[in-house]
């Protein structure tokens, strides 16, 4: 999570422009989606591991959504919606996990709604400061 910024970057040798990035974000909706199937389809224990995966999977499309602003909404949209989903269901099953749906919801609540979009100028430590320590 902590490299998402690099692969933004022109930096990396061999890829077109946000190449990487569109990579991760389709890596992660893979483990959005897989996770939703399978916790949908069988009796799959919801623990700390799997809440974590789901949870850094949905900040990098997050990540990518305000990367690359509102016209990449209509691509990972279903990805996120799985992401969640499977974060309601988590904070629903496992007391700790309610903090990362809340956080989670108003990351994309602050992207979607465009105050930390990079095209207008904005970053997300100065749109919202206190958006994530609300959560804990």
Not at 37 to 64: D, I, K
Not at 116 to 126: A, V
Request: hydrophobic share 40%; aromatic share 8%; charged share 20%.
């Amino acid at each position: 999570m902590l490299m998402l910024p690099k692969l933004t970057s022109d930096s990396l040798p061999g890829l077109e422009t946000n190449q990487a990035l569109r990579e991760c974000c389709a890596a992660a909706g893979g483990i959005c989606r897989a996770y939703k199937v399978l916790f949908r389809e069988s009796f799959l224990g919801y623990s700390l591991h799997a809440l974590n995966t789901v949870f850094l999977a949905a900040v990098t499309l997050v990540f990518y959504l305000w990367d690359l602003g509102k016209a990449s909404l209509s691509s990972i949209q279903n990805d996120i919606r799985a992401c969640s989903s499977l974060l309601f269901v988590f904070a629903e099953r496992l007391p700790d996990a309610k903090s990362h749906s809340e956080l989670f919801e108003n990351l994309v609540e602050i992207v979607e709604i465009g105050k930390s979009s990079p095209r207008d100028g904005g970053s997300p430590s100065t749109s919202s400061p206190n958006t994530a320590s609300e959560c804990f």
